[in-house]
């Protein structure tokens, strides 16, 4: 069974510009999470989706962060404008329906520095 | 305060060692607990879980929770340089979808 594809692994950019990320997660899997892990820190969930739909966004800076599953499967997060906080590993996970005892497997993530 | 508190580290041990890693946490609603092992450059992976009180063992691995300290632990006994990684533990409510709750990680060192 394939894993929780990410791209790319790498990215550097300048502050203010902006990027996005990109996740494929398991096939067959409705649920889908983005998390953002600072250096030193665990995972904090920025956003979950259930198929196409937002689930829980309640942590996602949404001034500058946007995130979309159009067709329930792959979905991209972008940051517009970046700031020098941002620099982190943006970790993709997902899990056959969200519910309460769902595993969540994780991509091995995309890591950005914001120079 | 944060909800889940973990200490850091880094915890360096020899191999054939017991390794003890620990969570604190002050959210009675959590009731699922989870240790995620983390590979450098790796995302995390499931190692154990557990529901509400007691003890699970999966091998080498032992996980308890002691809800009315609310406190888990993860031991893992006979350690292998293999296991060198960041331990994180994480929790979740009933309830609360599928929102996991993070510690900082633990980075263990096992040295041959």
């Known amino acids: 069974e394939a894993g929780v594809a990410q791209s790319p692994r790498y990215k550097i950019i300048e502050k203010r510009q902006s990027v996005a990320f990109w996740c494929n997660p398991i096939?067959?899997?409705?649920?889908l999470y983005w998390y953002q892990q600072i250096l030193g820190q665990g995972p904090k969930l920025l956003i979950q989706?259930?198929?196409?739909?937002?689930?829980?966004d309640s942590q996602l800076p949404k001034d500058r962060f946007s995130a979309e599953r159009l067709k329930g499967v792959d979905s991209t997060l972008k940051i517009q404008p970046a700031k020098l906080e941002d620099s982190a590993v943006y970790l993709c996970?997902?899990?056959?329906?969200?519910?309460?005892?769902?595993?969540?497997?994780f991509g091995p993530g995309t890591r950005l520095t914001v120079l | 305060q944060k909800e889940v508190e973990q200490d850091p580290g880094p915890l360096s041990v020899p191999e054939g060692a017991i390794v003890s890693l620990n969570c604190t946490y002050s959210?009675?609603?959590?009731?699922?607990f989870m240790w995620y092992r983390q590979y450098s450059r790796k995302g995390p992976e499931l190692l154990m879980y557990?529901?509400?009180?007691g003890n699970k063992e999966d091998g080498r691995f032992t996980a308890q929770v002691d809800k009315s300290s609310k406190y888990i632990s993860l031991f893992i006994r006979d350690s292998q340089p293999s296991d060198s990684a960041t331990y994180l533990c994480?929790?979740?409510?009933?309830?609360?979808?599928?929102?996991?709750?993070f510690g900082t990680g633990t980075q263990l060192k096992v040295e041959l």
């Open positions: 996970a997902s899990s056959l329906i969200g519910g309460s005892t769902d595993t969540q497997y």
């Open positions: 096939s067959g899997h409705a649920t």
């Open positions: 989706f259930q198929n196409n739909g937002v689930v829980d």
């Open positions: 959210n009675s609603a959590f009731q699922y």
């Open positions: 557990t529901y509400s009180s």
């Open positions: 994480a929790m979740r409510s009933t309830g609360g979808g599928n929102k996991l709750t």
